[in-house]
């Protein structure tokens, strides 16, 4: 069941008529999936719905714009469309909804994300690309409102660089730029800011973009006067239309419930975006919402009588069955059959579904039961565990959960019995957890042969006289390098392409490799991540520039929900691999302090960050994550840029490798663990300390994420015996964070002979000035004395105490 897009060119009529009933089909089909959909929430084998119900015309209209090669960024309304093209079933709608975890059974998620969420797959089993240009795509969804704006721009984007960049080898991505990225968004959700951020960026990098935006008057239960100026977002977008003097967007309006009319604004959206690479914005308006706007409540409780009278008779599928009725496409009485026979068909496609759903887990179930019946066979509390084998026999529709907690209390009973049905038991809770936590744990990071942590380290060497350089020459040469090696890669940002970026990293690379792959963008970091989110996913290599690490937080969400999540949230079927690339430690003042880490670390579990001491670590990062398919932050010392440095004579060689420490000085009496610009302070003071006779041994992190994969710093507590993490983020932020790995991933407390030390910043963030930063952040002062009070406590009499 798939729509056909040759639709609106010369067929006969009997070939049109089946067309539209064929379209026809499909709405009625995916209307019949909310409906029921909406039940098998309220009835408990379901968490959560959000349906697509009121939108299903338009989608129809827009899958027949839809060619192989271009990409979707949408929201959680689109199941019509994901039917129409081809990549959504029944038994996979109610797959998703009941949170199947097979990727074949739900291929959208498997599982992990609620229904409504929709993707397709751009990588095969060995998480190599697959051709994109031969499929429909559709980049992975999200719940935040309006986030999937900024990933929209960059897919678009893809397509001017695979146009306009000669050297790129685009086979599986492109065919010369023509593809066309389709965004969808509710009209209440215009009023996000990223929805802005995205409209402006498009319209001054002049991409194929088409947006739809569905308008059905209401965002939850608020209505548009109180979301939306004028009450209508393309009213107020006006002033973007574009002209005969400048840049802009065409602007197209469209009716809901207009078949005919919808297919041909579509086609002309397409035609404009795909040919002339301009951004098409289309406002679709009189839409409806017959469920509401989720399972969570019901629309009767805020739209007035009058409005649920005009949203039943301007339905889009009953218009359409008006429609094609008054044009003797179909009668009364053939709508009514087979309106009939699709609701059997939506039934026995939910039930197929469900059985699939719930089988395996039934077997999981009897398998159980047999089990806990012979432990309480040989067992003194007998009754007990007969009575939570009588309480799961009552779950007719059990979960795993219900399962696996069952298996887990009986345990208890028997933990002092010494018998082969409590191995027996053991064996089987233990085998249940291997097999099943990775149906929701697994892919956070890649799992390829291209993971990082493959890509063995390679060392800078040095001629005998080597010079020394500022260490922005070694990022900038670096640069040059990666450019020249790499046709796919590139860099913008904020002040990165005519200067060269604010600290000379990228002098001169414009004028070089030119404008679009060295670019400079607006003060949008949020559209800057898009940007490289939505061009990693279509081949390319961005590295997008943050100019500050404090400027991360604007871009935050987007990295925390949509790039961190990607790969996990479709189950290796998508990745990003882009490098965000950024700069901090040890600035003053409050918001250029760079000490914000112990919140960021807490919110990308999914990318990997980087915190190279110095610009030739910087340099190696770039070069290794550049060979991965894993995405990456990667932050620059900020005072770095000036400090002088040996020059490598394997530029664009060398590699530093992720998630391995570096030891850069050996000590006996204390191991200290630090980061970026902290860690200069702390090996300054190290020296410092071997004159009151304590050798440090100091130990630079690198990684942060991954984090001493090798567990190097367990081995040298096992010969220092004593622990202090020193860290410019507030306490209990990054120090905490690094803590909670030495103790509890790699049991560094059992060769402790000291309490554990952190030494942070102070809970404000820095004053402003080099007093503020003294008395703000930690100082060489500071880390002597911290150093030598805990010698003080193991040995007073050689250490007293300094004040």
């Known amino acids: 069941m ?69 990409f979707r960024s949408g929201y959680y309304r689109d199941q019509t469309f994901m039917m129409a093209i081809g990549e959504l079933t029944i038994q996979q709608f109610f797959a998703g909804l009941y949170a199947h975890t097979e ?3 739900d291929p959208m998620s498997a599982g992990r994300q609620m229904g409504g969420h929709f993707g ?68 209440a959700s215009t009023s996000e800011g990223v929805f802005f951020e995205t409209i402006n960026a498009a319209g001054v990098l002049q991409v194929p973009m088409v947006i739809s935006i569905w308008d059905d008057e209401y965002g939850i239960s608020v209505h548009a006067k109180h979301q939306t100026t004028k009450e209508n977002i393309s009213e107020i977008l006006k002033g973007f239309q574009r002209d005969e003097h400048g840049n802009g967007y065409e602007i197209i309006r469209a009716k809901g419930w207009d078949y005919a009319s919808l297919v041909n604004a579509f086609e002309e959206a397409s035609k404009i975006a795909r040919e002339e690479h301009v951004p098409v914005l289309l406002h679709v308006q009189e839409l409806t919402q017959p469920q509401g706007h989720s399972t969570s409540g019901s629309h009767e409780r805020y739209k007035s009588p009058e409005r649920l009278t005009w949203e039943k008779e301007h339905d889009c599928i009953a218009k359409m069955r008006e429609w094609m009725i008054s044009n003797s496409i179909i009668t009364n009485e053939e709508a009514t059959q087979l309106e009939k026979n699709i609701k059997k068909q939506v039934r026995d496609g939910k039930k197929d579904a469900w059985n699939a759903f719930i089988s395996p887990i039934l077997k999981d179930k009897s398998e159980l039961i047999e089990l806990l019946n012979k432990v309480s066979q040989t067992s003194h509390n007998k009754v007990f565990i007969q009575k939570i084998v009588n309480d799961l026999n009552t779950v007719d529709e059990p979960t795993r959960r219900d399962v696996v907690s069952a298996a887990r209390k009986a345990l208890r009973y028997i933990t002092f019995d010494d018998s082969l049905e409590k191995e027996d038991l ?68 904020e002040d990165s392409g005519n200067i060269g970026d604010v600290n000379q990293g990228l002098e001169g690379l414009q004028e070089k490799y030119g404008e679009l792959r060295v670019a400079d963008v607006g003060i949008r970091e949020a559209t800057i991540v898009g940007q490289g989110i939505g061009m990693a996913m279509r081949g390319l290599r961005p590295i997008a520039e943050i100019q500050y690490l404090d400027y991360l937080m604007y871009a935050l969400q987007i990295i925390s929900d949509d790039l961190a999540t990607l790969h996990y949230r479709t189950l290796g079927k998508q990745k990003a691999p882009m490098i965000v690339r950024t700069r901090g430690h040890r600035l003053e003042g409050i918001w250029h302090s760079g000490s914000q880490l112990g919140g960021i670390l807490n919110l990308v579990r999914g990318i990997y960050v980087l915190v190279p001491r110095d610009m030739t670590k910087a340099a190696g990062f770039y070069n290794t994550m550049l060979e991965s398919d894993q995405p990456a932050l990667i932050i620059e010392c900020l005072n770095g840029y000036r400090l002088k440095e040996k020059m490598p004579n394997n530029i664009g060689e060398f590699k530093t490798p992720v998630g391995v420490v570096e030891t850069v000085k050996e000590g006996a009496d204390i191991t200290l663990v630090s980061y970026g610009s902290t860690l200069r302070m702390v090996e300054q003071t190290a020296k410092e300390l071997l004159e009151v006779g304590i050798d440090a041994e100091v130990i630079d992190v690198q990684s942060l994420i991954p984090f001493d994969i090798n567990h190097d710093i367990l081995k040298s507590l096992e010969k220092t015996n004593r622990l202090m993490i020193i860290d410019e983020d507030v306490p209990g932020g990054a120090s905490a964070y690094i803590l909670d790995k030495i103790m509890n991933t790699q049991k560094g407390y059992l060769h402790l002979d000291s309490q554990p030390k952190t030494l942070t910043a102070k809970e404000h963030r820095p004053a402003y000035g080099t007093d503020g930063d003294y008395f703000s952040k930690p100082s060489l002062e500071d880390i002597f004395e911290a150093v030598y009070n805990v010698m003080n406590e193991v040995n007073p009499e050689d250490y007293p105490k300094l004040r």
Not at 161 to 169: H, K, L, P, S, T
Not at 440 to 458: M, R, V
Not at 474 to 486: C, G, H, M, P, Q
Request: a negative charge; one cysteine or more; proline letters at 3%.
């Open 103 to 105: 990727i074949d059974a």
């Open 2 to 70: 798939q729509t056909n897009p040759e639709i609106t060119k010369s067929m006969s009529f009997n070939d049109f008529k089946s067309e539209i009933i064929n379209d026809y089909t499909i709405a009625v089909t995916s209307r019949e999936c909310s409906l029921l959909g909406r039940r098998e929430v309220l009835t408990g084998k379901a968490k959560f719905g959000i349906f697509g119900d009121g939108k299903e015309i338009p989608q129809l209209a827009w899958a027949k714009a839809f060619r192989n090669g271009d």
């Open 426 to 493: 053991q064996d089987w809770i233990n085998n249940y957890f291997e097999t099943n936590q990775p149906k929701y744990s697994s892919h956070l990071y890649s799992q390829s042969n291209q993971k990082a942590t493959n890509i063995e380290g390679i060392t800078p060497t040095y001629d005998a006289d080597a010079s020394m350089v500022d260490g922005r020459i070694i990022i900038r040469d670096n640069f040059d390098a990666i450019f020249s090696k790499y046709s796919e890669a590139l860099i913008f940002g």
């Open 120 to 187: 397709t797959h751009s990588l095969d089993e060995n998480y190599n690309w697959k051709d994109l240009t031969k499929q429909k795509n559709s980049s992975s969804d999200i719940s935040p409102t309006a986030g999937q704006m900024p990933r929209l721009l960059g897919l678009a984007q893809a397509s001017k660089i695979y146009r306009n960049v000669e050297g790129i080898d685009s086979t599986k991505f492109s065919e010369n730029g023509n593809e066309v990225a389709w965004g969808t968004i509710g009209n």
